[in-house]
C-alpha cells in the first residue's frame, strides 16, 4: 500500500522560496509518475506540476519558471523547490501517485 507523506510547508513573505518533499513508502518509487497538487478553501483541487518517471517535467502556466520538481528515486522522494513565492500560491500542497495522496502540507505566503 503505497503512503506518502508531504513536509517542508510554512509562512514565508512574498518572493521568498520553499521546498516542499514528499516521501513515498510501500511500493517502488520509480515506477510512478509523480504529481504536487494544490487546494485552497472553496475550490478544486489543482495540478501544480508533475515528473514522469522517465524525468519529463510538466508545469501549470502560473508557477512556470518559479517552481521545479524533481525527483530522487534513490531516496523515494519527489520535491518542489518553490521560489518567488506569491499570495497567490498560498494553499494546501499535496503529492499523488497513482491514487494515493498525501496529507497535504500548508503553504502560506504573506507579508
Known amino acids: 500500500q503505497v503512503q506518502l507523506v508531504e513536509s517542508g510547508g510554512g509562512l514565508v513573505h512574498p518572493g521568498g522560496s520553499l521546498r516542499l518533499s514528499c516521501v513515498m513508502s510501500?511500493?517502488?518509487?520509480?515506477?510512478?509518475?509523480m504529481y504536487w497538487y494544490r487546494q485552497t478553501p472553496g475550490k478544486e483541487r489543482e495540478l501544480v506540476a508533475g515528473?514522469?518517471?522517465?524525468?519529463?517535467?510538466k508545469y501549470d502556466d502560473s508557477v512556470k519558471g518559479r517552481f521545479t520538481i524533481s525527483r530522487d528515486n534513490a531516496k523515494n522522494t519527489v520535491y518542489l523547490q518553490m521560489n518567488n513565492l506569491k499570495t497567490e500560491d498560498t494553499a494546501v500542497y499535496y503529492c499523488?501517485?497513482?491514487?494515493?495522496w498525501g496529507q497535504g502540507t500548508q503553504v502560506t505566503v504573506s507579508s
Open positions: 499523488e501517485a497513482g491514487v494515493s
Open positions: 515528473i514522469l518517471n522517465g524525468g519529463f517535467t
Open positions: 510501500g511500493s517502488i518509487f520509480s515506477r510512478y509518475d
